[in-house]
């Protein structure tokens, strides 16, 4: 079965650091992997998505992910914060013997500090 | 487009009543999903459906219904609301499944009393 564990469930930086978010999956098929955020009193909507292309998967507002199938993980990185990221960013992890089915991470709270 | 849209933003419930939550997407996606959202659990999946006239159960189904009459409506009914429904409940919708992005809705924060 499929599952999506998200390292801390919160992070906090200052305005400039490098941000990373750590995300460990599991699943006995090749899996199609999502990074979602979610600002607050707003629903969810996609950063970026690895889907068995590139590795090395980049996204919006300058957030990239690299799949690692050894470390079978998929953390989410910035190299420089900014105040507009603080949000709550979820991991998520879907295959083809999941049968339609997203799974979710439980999220990790971004805080950015001046 | 409006993307997915849900009505409505805020409800509060007493034990007992019951509500339809609605929610409809202007994409022409054949698959849409209810999902609820409570603090620090991420999302969970209550029920799916994958065209009109089709649905199926998810993680946490109980204490719910759907329907899908048609492609852009999937309404969510909780018959009789209990304090365990107390939640944030997301409506989504995609192209196709798998490795399809999933497009949301921007809530409905359910309280019930």
């Known amino acids: 079965a499929q599952s999506v564990t998200q390292l801390g469930s919160h992070v906090s930086v200052s305005e400039g650091a490098l941000v990373l978010l750590r995300c460990n999956y599991s699943s006995s098929v090749p899996p199609y992997l999502f990074w979602y955020v979610q600002y607050p009193n707003q629903g969810l909507q996609l950063l970026l998505k690895y889907t068995s292309a590139a590795t090395l998967v980049k996204g919006i507002n300058g957030f990239e992910a690299e799949f690692k199938k050894s470390e079978t993980s998929f953390h989410l990185t910035k190299p420089s914060a900014h105040m507009s990221d603080a949000a709550e960013y979820f991991c998520?992890?879907?295959?083809?013997?999941?049968?339609?089915?997203?799974?979710f991470g439980a999220g990790t709270r971004l805080f950015v500090k001046a | 487009n409006a993307g997915v849209t849900q009505t409505p933003k805020f409800r509060i419930l007493k034990i007992g009543q019951s509500m339809t939550l609605q929610c409809t997407q202007d994409m022409n996606h054949n698959y849409m999903y209810w999902y609820r959202q409570d603090p620090g659990m991420g999302l969970k999946l209550i029920y799916y459906s994958v065209g009109a006239g089709i649905t199926d159960k998810g993680e946490v189904p109980n204490g719910y219904n759907v329907s899908r009459s048609t492609t852009e409506d999937f309404p969510l009914r909780l018959e009789l609301a209990a304090p365990s429904q107390t939640s944030v409940y997301f409506c989504a919708s995609s192209l196709g499944q798998d490795q399809e992005t999933q497009y949301f809705g921007p809530g409905t924060r359910l309280l019930v009393l």
């Open positions: 998520a992890v879907s295959d083809a013997a999941g049968g339609f089915k997203t799974i």
